[in-house]
């Protein structure tokens, strides 16, 4: 054969592109619901399965997203799963699969440093109903289909966003459900929400504790929050910010807001776990100095009252430290340290407000005649309490039967199931219900002798008040931080010539001396109010 005839053979013989390669199949739905229909993930994995035995090509991997199709293709966590498997396996060739162009990416920008990134790593790209063409009309057809993905996916965001703001505007809550509820579906109104037993156990008691003040600080509600077991997988003060968020959401009082949508505060449709008015008075809270106040983590024995007082002058905060003569000696100093303040850098020798400050104190203990008082007060608010607790303790027990229900359910359900990973998937929702359970029983107060905690509590508090002095030395700065919340409304303002305005005084002590004063308990006390509703 000449030379001619061997270079003509050479041309007109196939080449077959996906020789040596190994298969990986992509698939992606944009949310749980599309697992089960017919664009689901098995369904996408089936197909794409089937096109590389078209094609003899061995099937080596599957990653399967649950994601939008717009915005950064790295943020979804199989498609990075993928391209770090590829780059881990530099000695093998591969060819990516899937059944859609929208699969890919619905967005051109994304679409086409996705294209790079497989172009650089030599990986052939297939899709079941699109075919790659790397001449400048293919590309150009490529881009124009992305293009159309990425409208759509924009005119269905804004159609499905127009449906939930009319959904708002109406009073309904369209996004999924709070913490504390569960979506009940209405007639005439669709998902509702519902409190639950969280809900109406814990969280109530939480909000109804900041706004009448038994828990002082955001921290104290965070704390109260993580030891029922509301928040669990952080420590309290990782929780200040979304606790912050919730104080001023009115959802809990049954109202319903979306600020980023234009959608003021108005009538909502679901359930209240707090009223109006304890709403109003959380936000009142919010505004005083010193109710949100979190935890300072440069609390010292040096300085006792750093972080508790604030400037007479312009009303910053007061901090302190520790000067160093030439002759070595140490001076500690309270002052201002804003700025713009003409108090500014003006020292305030520790030992004169720290010693105006027991003064203060020892002023405003709690007089003889008022101590019934307190004592009758403490006994009603208890009561209460208990009250509150044994109907938590029937909610609970309502709960817990249903979750052992569930538990009895989900095990038959796993013994039935074909799959290890639906298996897996009735063992981890197993093993929720029975930490629930678990969480539910520890909190419980049955069989628990409330005697003992309430002699203990009405003691120290009691004791608090008549002798606050005394209580202060004995506890370490950490406790006097929180002392101090207790026996004032706020941060105190001190001056360098006058110390303490003469108006200061323990809000607890001056509460109950007012009282005793109006010789009646027949006034409404703050944080007492009409016990919980009954269980029907």
Request: hydrophobic share 35%; with cysteine.
């Amino acid at each position: 054969m000449s030379v001619k005839n061997q270079n003509r053979t050479i041309e007109n013989r196939v080449v077959d592109p996906y020789k040596g390669r190994v298969g990986l199949v992509y698939a992606r739905v944009s949310d749980k619901s599309q697992e089960t229909n017919g664009t689901g993930r098995t369904s996408q994995e089936n197909r794409c399965k089937d096109d590389l035995k078209s094609i003899k090509v061995p099937n080596e991997r599957s990653f399967s997203d649950t994601f939008s199709g717009g915005g950064d293709f790295m943020k979804r966590p199989a498609m990075r799963a993928l391209l770090e498997y590829i780059d881990a396996n530099p000695h093998k060739k591969f060819v990516v699969v899937f059944d859609d162009l929208k699969r890919f990416a619905r967005d051109v920008e994304f679409h086409i440093r996705l294209r790079s990134a497989f172009k650089a790593r030599d990986v052939v790209l297939r899709c079941l109903n699109f075919n790659f063409d790397e001449s400048p009309e293919g590309e150009f057809v490529e881009i124009m289909f992305a293009a159309t993905g990425q409208l759509e996916r924009k005119q269905n965001r804004r159609q499905v966003v127009q449906k939930m703001k009319s959904r708002l505007d109406a009073g309904y809550w369209p996004f999924p459900r709070r913490r504390g509820y569960d979506l009940v579906m209405k007639p005439g109104h669709g998902k509702v929400g519902v409190p639950n037993s969280e809900g109406l156990g814990v969280l109530k008691s939480a909000l109804e504790g900041f706004a009448n003040g038994n828990l002082f600080r955001k921290i104290d509600v965070c704390k109260y929050l993580v030891e029922r077991g509301f928040w669990t997988k952080q420590s309290p003060e990782k929780y200040i910010d979304k606790m912050t968020a919730l104080f001023s959401d009115p959802y809990h009082c049954g109202d319903v807001e979306y600020k980023p949508w234009g959608v003021e505060r108005r009538q909502g449709h679901h359930e209240a776990i707090i009223s109006t008015d304890v709403y109003e008075k959380i936000l009142r809270r919010l505004k005083k100095d010193g109710a949100v106040t979190r935890e300072r983590k440069d609390i010292s024995e040096d300085f006792p009252l750093r972080g508790l007082l604030v400037c007479s002058t312009c009303g910053s905060h007061v901090t302190g430290a520790t000067t160093v003569k030439r002759n070595g000696k140490k001076h500690p100093y309270y002052y201002c340290q804003s700025k713009k303040c003409n108090q500014y850098g003006k020292m305030l020798r520790k030992a004169d407000v720290e010693k105006d400050f027991y003064e203060l104190i020892q002023r405003n203990k709690l007089k003889p005649e008022s101590g019934d008082l307190a004592v009758s007060v403490f006994d009603e608010v208890w009561a209460q309490e208990t009250t509150t607790l044994k109907w938590q303790d029937r909610i609970s027990e309502h709960r817990k039967e249903e979750l052992k229900k569930k538990v009895k359910d989900l095990a038959e359900m796993a013994r039935k199931a074909k799959s290890e990973a639906v298996q897996r998937a009735y063992e981890a929702e197993i093993e929720d219900a029975a930490i629930e359970v678990a969480n539910l029983e520890d909190s419980s107060a049955t069989g628990k002798d409330l005697s003992i905690p309430y002699r203990t509590a009405m003691v120290k508090a009691t004791g608090t008040l008549e002798n606050p002095m005394a209580v202060w030395d004995s506890v370490d700065v950490h406790e006097q931080h929180r002392l101090f919340f207790f026996l004032f409304e706020a941060k105190l303002a001190y001056d360098k010539k006058d110390g303490y305005r003469t108006g200061d005084s323990l809000s607890t002590t001056r509460l109950f001396e007012e009282l005793a004063a109006s010789n009646t308990l027949d006034v409404d006390l703050p944080g007492i109010g009409p016990g919980p509703r009954q269980c029907e």
